[in-house]
Nanobody, 119 residues
Framework: QVQLVESGGGLVQAGGSLRLSCAAS????????MGWYRQSPGNERELVAL???????TYADSVKGRFTISRDFRKNMVYLQMNSLKPEDTAVYSC?????????????WGQGTQVTVSS
């Protein structure tokens, strides 16, 4: 199994910044995409940012220019730097990984970390 543990969430005022971190551990043979999703009450989970094993990145239109995803390939960690936060960014942010174990590839999710942006 793969464990994903997020940290760095919290309460911040609009215009502020937060940095989320996610550490992946377990019997990982190889790691493909890693990323961040978010879900707020009454809404479906949505992709925030994704980074491939080659370092290519994808962002939701709503966060482009404000959020930056990065990755430490050696440590199997992924980060999300969030700047110019808005109240609509309030959500539970969950880490995602597409990882290979001895039994094959699978998708894994963290428990999530709450980000609250006050106006």
């Amino acid at each position: 199994q793969v464990q994903l543990v997020e940290s760095g969430g919290g309460l911040v005022q609009a215009g502020g910044s937060l940095r989320l971190s996610c550490a992946a551990s377990g019997s990982i043979v190889s790691m493909n995409d890693m990323g961040w999703y978010r879900q707020s009450p009454g809404n479906e989970r949505e992709l925030v940012a994704l980074i491939t094993s080659g370092g290519d990145t994808t962002y939701a239109d709503s966060v482009k220019g404000r959020f930056t995803i990065s990755r430490d390939f050696r440590k199997n960690m992924v980060y999300l730097q969030m700047n110019s936060l808005k109240p609509e960014d309030t959500a539970v942010y969950s880490c995602y990984a597409d990882a290979a174990l001895m039994t094959g590839w699978n998708n894994f999710w963290g428990q999530g970390t709450q980000v609250t942006v006050s106006s």
